[in-house]
């Protein structure tokens, strides 16, 4: 067990819906990272936060937002859904933000979107 | 940009067989290696990491060495067993984005009794 508790599980859902993905981190870490993993695009990092503040964007879509809140955890929206947004989507944390810092994984909510 | 690039898999051995899973990155500076696993069903764990060259990152009977001269950090065991099967990821953090994991296409290996 990591540490790291994402909610829910599974997610099945329509598309042009919304849905919200939760994720608590590790006791005492600050830092939370979110990842997509998908059949053709792998494992790709979406957003970082830190302490609440947003740090750093990978290949996120506009129709995708996240925040933390000031109890650390974190929530990923995705609105819009489409057929391609089908995936895993994994949250990590991690103590701070420095190179060599190691995240650790939870679980992972697998979202299909029909 | 960074980028890592991993031996195709899928992987299939027999338990006891030596195992080695290529992998070769690209960044500019010098990033920090990682590999992780994934166990089916599961989230990620952190396997073993290395912070500079030369350094081996060291964890289950399972190795990887930071050779900066080839940017290559394989993963090596000794002597696989059934419980070794997985899906392994080599990622790095590049040191002017220390923040994100960028991550390989994943090795799937399998190991038979």
């Known amino acids: 067990d990591s540490g790291v508790t994402q909610t829910p599980k599974h997610l099945i859902t329509a598309t042009g819906q919304r849905v919200t993905l939760r994720c608590s981190p590790r006791?005492?870490?600050?830092?939370v990272y979110w990842y997509q993993q998908s059949l053709d695009q792998g494992l790709q990092f979406l957003i970082h936060y830190y302490n609440g503040e947003e740090r750093a964007k990978g290949n996120i879509l506009e129709r995708f937002s996240a925040q933390q809140f000031p109890d650390l955890h974190s929530e990923l929206n995705l609105s819009s859904l489409e057929l391609g947004d089908s995936a895993l989507y994994f949250c990590?944390?991690?103590?701070?933000?420095?190179?060599?810092?190691?995240?650790?994984f939870g679980a992972g909510t697998r979202l299909s979107v029909l | 940009g960074n980028s890592v690039t991993q031996m195709e898999g899928p992987v299939t051995l027999s338990e006891e067989a030596f195992l080695t899973i290529n992998c070769t990155y690209t960044?500019?500076?010098?990033?920090?290696l990682f590999w992780y696993v994934q166990y089916p069903g599961e989230g990620l764990q952190l396997l073993l990491k290395?912070?500079?060259?030369?350094d081996k990152g060291s964890n289950k009977g399972f190795e990887a060495t930071y050779r900066k001269e080839t940017t290559s950090f394989h993963l090596e065991k000794g002597s696989v067993q059934v419980s070794d099967s997985a899906v392994y990821f080599c990622a790095l953090t590049a040191r002017e984005s220390a923040r994100q994991l960028t991550f390989g296409s994943g090795t799937q290996l399998t190991v038979l009794p």
């Open positions: 290395a912070t500079k060259a030369d």
């Open positions: 990590a944390s991690s103590v701070a933000e420095g190179p060599g810092n190691i995240q650790y």
């Open positions: 960044a500019t500076g010098y990033p920090s």
């Open positions: 006791s005492g870490d600050l830092s």
